[in-house]
Structures are given as C-alpha cells and as structure tokens.
C-alpha cells in the first residue's frame, strides 16, 4: 500500500477512535486492536503530528500515581473525519471501477 495512503487512513482510524470519549495511548491501541495492529512507537508519531495539525488536544492526568496523557479531537480532527468520509466515497467508486474493469477480462 502507498506509504501516504496509509498514513491518511491511520490517522483518520485515530482520530476515529478518540472521536466519542477522550483517550490514552494504550487504550487507543485496544480499541483499534479489533480492526488493525498499530505499534505504540506508531501510534505515538501519529498523535504528535495530529497534534501540531490543530486535531487534537492533550492534557496530563495523575493515574495510579502517574501521569498519563489523555487526547481529545477538536473541530479541526472532526472535519478530518468528515472529509475522510467524502474522499472515501470517491476511492470507492474508483475502486468499482478497478474491479469491474478485472471482472470484464
């Protein structure tokens, strides 16, 4: 897969999984677990540059005596999200296309 594509899908997955309920780094990678494997070393790159974009926010909160990073989507990530969802309606007819052009050899 194109190393840019996939870079625009995970970032979208993230901003996805933090979209309902604010979350932290381990807690991300369950809820994504589901559907695609993600490092921590990943995931974390990924949450700094949705950070300096504006689509996210993080704040620190002790836990168990630690201090834990907690991340939460802003306008900017929603509108991701919603933007994503558009491209993907084109990427999908593209894709029909593709498929059907392979079924009609």
Known sequence: MDIQLKRG???VCVL???KDKDSYG???IKDMKP???LSESTLYTILKRL???GMLTVRSAEHDGRLRKYYRITGVGIARIEEFKEDWKEILSIYRF???EE???
């Open 9 to 11: 899908l995970l970032d």
């Open 16 to 18: 996805a999984a933090i």
């Open 26 to 28: 381990y807690q991300i």
């Open 35 to 37: 559907y695609l494997s």
């Open 51 to 53: 950070e300096t974009a």
């Open 98 to 100: 593709v498929v059907k």
């Open 103 to 105: 079924e009609n050899d």
